[in-house]
């Protein structure tokens, strides 16, 4: 847990008011992934996260600077689930086989209603914030970098086929999951987003 000491002096202790960062910025960030970013108002940020307002500027400055903590908080989860769905995957086929199965778990329902905030943030903040295009930037780069990674040792353990274009498979299925994550918000049910993961396989046979 980390926890974040601003400069927001309670009135009736004397002392700086502390929260948990983590907690407060998962709230953050559904209220982005659900709203978008124009869309989301301070108030309503100050409400899901349980913070004044006071301690929100204090420690974030402004909306964009939470949006850029939740944005990088994001990431950082996304990280360790994507870990976490590998953890018995032993070959580079199993470990894309499950990585695209965690984009299928995550593209119906509540989770494909809320949307992947990278994505939604792409085309919504990075046209008119370069420092937020950059971070969209490199999370993206950093998905295609880790997907040819596991088209290549696929192909090293025998288990995608030696004719694959291991870049030109990297970039599809890239465009596959981003593409889940945006029609995962139309209410599309988890039977037609995991058929959607078993047809993005066979780009690697």
Known sequence: MTTLA???VSRSRGRPREFDLDAALDKALLVFSERGYHATSIS?????MGLTSGSVYKAFKDKRGVFLAAFDRYRAIRRGKISESMAGAETGRDKLRALLGLYAGSSHGE??????LVVGSANEIS???AEAAKRIED???????FILDLVIIGQADGSVSPSVDPAAAAISLLCVMNGMRIVGKTGSTAAEMNAVAETAMKLLT
């Open 111 to 116: 989770s494909g209603r809320r949307g992947c």
């Open 127 to 129: 046209t008119f914030d």
């Open 6 to 8: 601003p400069e927001d």
């Open 44 to 48: 309503e940020l100050t409400e899901a």
């Open 139 to 145: 999370a993206y780069a950093s998905n295609e970098e």
